[in-house]
């Protein structure tokens, strides 16, 4: 499973790096950026709470 952004519609909220700190990461800049595409299957039921939580649903599981 992987996990992806538009970063056209992402605003940086930063509630995905909460959920996920290790999958998720804002720079300095507030550009979110994906720290592990590959999600490790231990990590599965965090980075799905992370995307359905995104205000703007600019993450995506494929």
Not at 33 to 51: F, G, L, M, S, T
């Amino acid at each position: 499973m992987k996990v992806s952004v538009d970063l056209d519609q992402c605003e940086a909220n930063g509630i995905c790096v909460g959920i996920a700190p290790d999958v998720f990461e804002l720079d300095d800049d507030d550009i979110l950026h994906i720290v592990e595409a590959d999600v490790p299957a231990d990590r599965v039921a965090q980075v799905e709470e992370a995307v359905s939580q995104c205000p703007k649903a600019a993450l995506r599981l494929q």
